[in-house]
T-cell receptor, first 115, second 117 residues
């Protein structure tokens, strides 16, 4: 079984500052993927970034980067230069390797960006 | 950019009624999924679908639920006799094939908010 733990129910950050959202995971699979999704108040789930268990480099996508520490089983999301539009719920998720898999989500972190 | 679409965006139904939620996955994707999110809670997996059959389903996905790909583009979730606790946001997702050790990203639709009265 796979599990995601997000220990920060809510986070606050000032506009233009960086913020780190924590995610730890548990899995017995050797091959897996870690994902971050953003859910604004409108409700849709927006894919942000992906990290494969065999990837040696940390993933980056624009202002998003993933701090992947495999030995610690953590996959923290770093958002640089926060914007007001970043205010949303952020979910970390894990899926096992291969084409067909289910995603297991954490409970999420509500990020508020203050002007 | 290709995206997953879902209809309707909102559905209100009476307890015991049947509902069908519709999804159009991204056109070159082969794997399809349904998830649900009860208000204020985390997203939960319901079912995955590939090659016209269910690959995996969760314990939530009981006999009241069914999925179908009636044509080359639509993917549907049917709830036969809705209960109050079925009220949730239902997300459809799709992903493309990946090599064995890679994990294909699942792209989500905007969701259908179902309210059972």
């Amino acid at each position: 079984a796979q599990k995601i733990t997000q220990t920060q129910p809510g986070m606050f950050v000032q506009e233009k500052e960086a913020v780190t959202l924590d995610c730890t995971y548990d899995t017995s699979d050797q091959s897996y993927g870690l994902f971050w999704y953003k859910q604004p108040s409108s409700g849709e789930m927006i894919f942000l970034i992906y990290q494969g268990s065999y990837d040696e480099q940390n993933a980056t996508e624009g202002r998003y980067s993933l701090n992947f520490q495999k030995a610690r089983k953590s996959a923290n999301l770093v958002i640089s230069a926060s914007q007001l539009g970043d205010s949303a719920m952020y979910f970390c998720a894990i899926g096992r390797g291969g084409s067909n898999y289910k995603l297991t989500f954490g409970k999420g972190t509500l990020l508020t960006v203050n002007p | 950019e290709p995206e997953v679409t879902q209809t309707p965006s909102h559905q209100v139904t009476q307890m015991g009624q049947e509902v069908i939620l519709r999804c159009v996955p991204i056109s070159n994707h082969l794997y399809f999924y349904w998830y649900r999110q009860i208000l204020g809670q985390k997203v939960e997996f319901l079912v995955s679908f590939y090659n016209n059959e269910i690959s995996e389903k969760s314990e939530i996905f009981d006999d009241q639920f069914s999925v179908e790909r009636p044509d080359g583009s639509n993917f549907t979730l049917k709830i036969r006799s809705t209960k109050l606790e079925d009220s949730a946001m239902y997300f459809c997702a799709s992903s493309e094939r990946r090599a064995l050790q890679r994990v294909g990203t699942q792209y989500f639709g905007p969701g259908t908010r179902l309210l059972v009265l």
